[in-house]
């Protein structure tokens, strides 16, 4: 009989603030909602966790002409 190889996988903590009143809503919408806050956090952030593992697509990227888009508007004016 063949020996299945488990895996190993690797995570990664990630930390951030929330002031009392953020956290007070935060927990509030979890328990409406009946789930957790690291899975309400996990769903909302899925699209970004799962479709860039090898890199992201040359279009996402800004270019430096996007930055520059106000500062353009304002030269025009003077």
């Known amino acids: 009989m063949k020996k299945h190889h488990h895996r ?4 990664h903590a ?3 603030k ?3 009143g953020q956290y007070k809503s935060l927990k509030n919408y ?3 909602r009946k789930t957790t806050p690291i ?6 952030i899925e699209r970004f ?3 860039y593992e ?3 697509p040359p279009e996402l990227y800004l270019c430096e002409n996007q930055l520059n888009l106000f ?3 304002d030269n025009n004016k003077q």
């Open 71 to 73: 500062e353009d508007i």
């Open 14 to 16: 990630i930390t951030f």
């Open 49 to 51: 966790i799962s479709h």
């Open 39 to 44: 899975k309400l956090i996990k769903k909302n």
């Open 54 to 56: 090898y890199g992201v």
């Open 8 to 11: 190993s996988y690797k995570y």
């Open 18 to 20: 929330l002031s009392q």
């Open 30 to 32: 979890c328990k409406a």
